[in-house]
């Protein structure tokens, strides 16, 4: 079945630091979403990706769909204490739209 | 308000009963979600259902069980059978099935001793 791999695990940046997570798929992807899940929270959705190639921002987020549609980026800039939390992709597939979650990123900022 | 509810909070039971988990939401979407969370394993999908009475096994639908009688709503069943069953679930909605950001609710934590 589709497997969504997610990178890194954890990772801790003083803030004002740069932050990125990248998410890789086993087979090809209609879309790809991205959700925050803030400590003790649920998944809040971010943004979705659909064409090749495409890169989307929001403010100090950047977010990239990979020329295959097998990959993608999250990308922080300048990172502050409210971005603290768990980041997941989460790949669509061709199956029903079912999406595969990648097993997120742990982003912890220090002041 | 229009959103996804999730109630309880937090859930105690005894090994071996069987316990149900409610999910209601106000948004008139059509599809709805079980995801279970454990650390480090990322949201992987119980049950889904596309629309009303009907309903699909997810990735990991052994000892659970789920019904879709009304839009707003979709329980969940975790039954004896359920090996691991302590974990955090999360219910999920969203207005189809394709290409549609999903709602997640508070989510239940659910702890089995």
């Known amino acids: 079945g589709q497997q969504v791999m997610q990178i890194p695990q954890y990772q801790h940046v003083q803030e004002g630091e740069d932050f990125t997570t990248y998410c890789n798929s086993s087979?090809?992807?209609?879309?790809i979403q991205w959700y925050k899940q803030r400590p003790g929270g649920h998944p809040v959705f971010l943004i979705q990706?659909?064409?090749?190639?495409e890169v989307k921002k929001q403010k100090r987020l950047t977010f990239q769909f990979g020329e295959a549609k097998k990959n993608s980026s999250l990308h922080i800039t300048a990172t502050q204490t409210t971005d603290v939390g768990t980041y997941f992709c989460?790949?669509?597939?061709?199956?029903?739209?079912?999406?595969?979650f990648g097993q997120g990123t742990i982003l912890t900022v220090h002041p | 308000d229009g959103g996804i509810t999730q109630s309880p909070k937090y859930l105690f039971r005894k090994e071996g009963q069987n316990v149900t988990l409610s999910c209601e939401q106000n948004?008139?979407?059509?599809?709805m979600y079980w995801y279970r969370q454990d650390p480090g394993q990322g949201l992987r999908l119980i049950y889904y259902?596309?629309?009303?009475?009907?309903?699909q096994k997810g990735d990991i639908a052994e000892g659970y069980s789920v019904s879709r009688e009304k839009k707003e709503s979709f329980p969940l069943t975790v039954t004896s059978a359920q090996k691991n069953p302590t974990a955090f679930y999360l219910c999920?909605?969203?207005?189809?099935?394709?290409?549609?950001?999903?709602?997640f609710g508070p989510g239940t934590r659910l702890t089995v001793t």
């Open positions: 999920a909605s969203s207005i189809g099935m394709t290409s549609y950001e999903q709602y």
């Open positions: 087979t090809t992807l209609s879309n």
């Open positions: 990706l659909v064409k090749s190639g």
């Open positions: 989460a790949g669509g597939g061709t199956s029903y739209g079912k999406l595969t």
């Open positions: 948004l008139n979407h059509d599809a």
């Open positions: 259902s596309q629309i009303v009475n009907d309903f």
